[in-house]
């Protein structure tokens, strides 16, 4: 999920804005990043580009090899030190992130907290959470449902008051993220640590322009067309003035809306946000994949408005839910089936359950595999010595060997072990015991079985020498009969 970006209407902000790009640096205009540049081998000069009809989706025609090639050909920025950290903040968003919080602090110490003000605050924190959750996130970056127009205006209004950039800068980020996720073409790549997906990303410019990532269908919609061209009257209005007015106006308390329903509930919906790109790729569990950092765990999920079943989600990114349990912490979800039940939000994007459970069975079964591999087992037959009958009884004379399903046991370890008591083994030295260990006697368990298959020394030649003896026997009285 992207995050808190304060970003003038003039367009994305990316390495391809800077006005004078570092020395050394040969990042292509966007335009030009896919398809790359032939050259001609014998010169090393490029060859004159064909002129070439243009996809209408920014990812039409780039190569297969994309991500690769960019990454090898587009160096990144040199990395951030000390000597050249002025340069290379992001001032706009660093002044948001530090001096919201720093407000809340100042807020807290010197400002009575009413009730009101208090529901009020909670209350706003979730219009702003379920903005960005519902509206950002699902509907615009995932087209996970579909919104009616009234609704689509509520969910960009109440995104704009979480103040987190306009739904287009922050939609194409959040694709990028999904598709290019923990390599360096993501925007908030996790590979680079809790601290710089949960905030390093935003405080400094992006290392690298984010990978390419189709938002046609963005560019098209009137709504997002709306909120980005008054995206800063917006966000002045409904992350500041709007939540202090309520309080001011509804119970007297002017200082305290500001402080508390605008300040404090901006700062924990920034940071609400920006755990999904941070703590849902680093806390919890793999359940559908663990190729990828994404991880599910409740406690994010219930800081993140029900966004913490991260690992489902970027597996089956187009499903409206992020939890698909019916106990699992998800408001989101439950929001958009309101929003349907009244008839604003429809069809509803569900991954097929049996996909779903596919994903789920084949990591515990790695899960098994990983644990099985740690056990030790009985050798393999192959690898066991093959022994006559008779070479076995002899055998038998020297140590404590029973015959069982074809395999002679060195019982000897095992004698005093013997729930059954030493006697009833004792008796079955150097004979075959496979009846009387699977039912004649007793019918041993799970537990007794693995337990004698670790005490294998080696195989009878002729396998089961009560099976040889019954053949040998019917050999005997058909020649007897003939
Ligand atoms: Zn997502
Ligand atoms: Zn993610």
């Given amino acids: 999920m992207a995050s808190p970006h304060i970003e003038l209407p003039s367009g994305e902000q990316t390495l391809l804005n800077r006005k004078q790009p570092a020395p050394g640096l040969r990042t292509p205009p966007a335009d030009q990043l896919s398809p790359p540049q032939s050259e001609d081998e014998s010169t090393g000069a490029p060859t004159v580009p064909q002129p070439k009809k243009k996809s209408a989706f920014a990812d039409g025609d780039i190569p297969d090899d994309y991500v690769t090639r960019t990454l090898e050909r587009e160096p990144a920025l040199p990395p951030v030190e000390w000597k050249n950290i002025l340069n ?89 993220h999904h598709r290019y996720t923990d390599t360096d073409l993501d925007p908030y790549g996790a590979h680079n640590g809790l601290l710089w997906s949960h905030l390093g990303w935003m405080i400094v410019k992006p290392r690298r322009k984010p990978g390419v990532a189709d938002i046609s269908d963005l560019r098209k919609n009137s709504v997002i067309k709306f909120q980005h061209k008054f995206y800063i009257p917006l966000i002045l209005i409904t992350g500041f003035v709007f939540p202090t007015i309520v309080a001011g106006l509804g119970w007297g308390d002017w200082r305290g809306g500001f402080f508390y329903a605008a300040i404090c509930r901006l700062v924990f919906v920034h940071h609400s946000t920006f755990c999904v790109n941070s703590l849902a790729h680093w806390l919890g569990e793999a359940s559908f994949d663990n190729k990828m950092t994404p991880r599910d765990h409740f406690i994010t999920a219930l800081v993140t408005v029900g966004e ?17 349990k019916w106990f699992q912490y998800d408001p989101t979800k439950w929001f958009i089936i309101a929003m349907k039940s009244v008839g604003l939000a429809s069809n509803l994007k569900k991954f097929p359950d049996n996909e779903v459970q596919k994903g789920r069975v084949a990591m515990q079964l790695q899960k098994l595999n990983e644990q099985q591999s740690e056990l030790s087992w009985p050798k393999n037959y192959n690898d066991l010595p093959v022994i006559s009958w008779d070479d076995f009884q002899e055998e038998s004379k020297n140590r404590p060997l029973i015959a069982i399903s074809g395999f002679i046991h060195d019982v000897s370890t095992f004698m005093d072990e013997h729930p059954g008591g030493r006697h009833l083994l004792a008796g079955k030295i150097g004979k075959d015991a496979t009846v009387a260990f699977n039912g004649g006697l007793y019918n041993h368990s799970n537990a007794a079985h693995n337990l004698l298959s670790m005490m294998r020394v080696g195989v009878i030649d002729g396998g089961y020498q009560l099976a040889v003896d019954d053949i040998k026997l019917r050999h005997k009285n058909r020649a007897i009969e003939c």
Avoid: C
């Avoid at 001032?91 to 003000?117: C, E, N, Q, R």
């Avoid at 996970?144 to 969910?155: G, I, T, V």
């Avoid at 913490?308 to 698909?324: E, K, L, S």
């Fill in 88 to 176: 290379e903040i992001q001032w706009v968003s660093f002044i948001v992130l530090t001096s919201t919080p720093l407000l809340a602090v100042y807020g807290l110490f010197t400002t009575h907290l009413s009730w009101k003000t208090f529901a009020w605050s909670i209350a706003y924190y979730f219009f702003s959470g379920l903005g960005i959750t519902a509206g950002y996130h699902r509907l615009w970056a995932h087209r996970s449902y579909n919104a009616s127009k009234p609704l689509e205006y509520a969910l960009a209004i109440m995104g704009t008051s979480a103040v987190q950039g306009s739904i287009h800068w922050w939609a194409r980020g959040h694709r990028a």
């Fill in 308 to 324: 913490g079943y991260h690992n489902f989600h970027h597996q089956f990114p187009m499903d409206y839910r992020n939890a698909v």
